[in-house]
C-alpha cells in the first residue's frame, strides 16, 4: 500500500510563538489521487500548504515524497523533485502572452532558460509542448493576447497551466476558483480533474458543490487538527463535520459549505 502514497505528511506541527497553527497532522496523498483539504477559515489549510511546499519550516514532523525525506528541502528543489503549487492570487507575466509564458517555463523546465529569448518557433519541442498545453487549457482563443487583458478566469487557467508546464507529480491547488465568476468555476476543476492520473492534486477550495464534485478523497481539519478523512460519501454524511460548517449559529452561506452535501 505504500507503494500508492506519493505524499506523506506524518506528525506535523507549526507554531507561531505560543499559537499552534498545526497540530499534528498527518496526510497521505496517494500516487493519482484528486483529494481534497477542507475546513473553516482559519483551520490551517494553507500553513499545512506552505510546510509541505517549504515555505514554512515545521516545528515537528516529517515530509516524504515519493521515498524521499523532503522536510528541510528548499521550495525550488521540491519543484525540480515534481512537487508544484497555485496560489490563492495568481502571479503572471503581465506583458507577455500565454503562449510566451507557457513556451518560457517549458524552456526553463527543459534546462533552456538561459534561451527563452528566442523566437517560439527556435525549438520545436518547446513550441509543440505549450500548443497542446494552451490546447489542454481552453486558451487558444486568448493565446496570443497579452495576460494583462485577460479576463480572471482565464488568468486561473493560465496558473495551472504553467503549473502543469512543470510537469509536476503532485499538483497542490490552493483556491483555484477563487475570484473566478460561477460560470467559469465548473469548467476549471473539470480540466484540473482531467489532468493525467500520474498527476495527483491536492486541492484546497471553500465551494463545496465543486469540492464534492471533483474529490475522490477529502481530509477536513479544524483549529489546526485533522478532524477527519474519507471519500466524499463519508465526509458527507459525518455529523463531526456538520456541526463544524453549520453548528455554532454558522450558515452554509458563511461558511462557503453546500448545505446539501454537509
Known sequence: MSGDIVLSATGLVKRFGGITATNDVTLNLRRGARHALIGPNGAGKTTLINLLTGVLTPTAGSIVLEGEDITRLAPYKRVSRGMVRTFQINQ?????????????????????????WQPLGASADVAERAARLIEQFHLGDVANQQTQHLAYGKRRLLEIAIA?????????????VAGVPAGEREELLQTVAALPAEVSVLLIEHDMDLVFSFADRMTVLVNGTLLTEGDPDEIANDPRVKEVYLGHGATAEETGAGAEHV
Open 92 to 116: 503572471l507575466f503581465d506583458s507577455m502572452t500565454p503562449l510566451e509564458t507557457l513556451a518560457l517555463v517549458v524552456s526553463q523546465r527543459r534546462g533552456l532558460g538561459a534561451k527563452w
Open 164 to 176: 502543469l508546464a512543470c510537469e509536476p507529480r503532485v499538483l497542490l491547488l490552493d483556491e483555484p
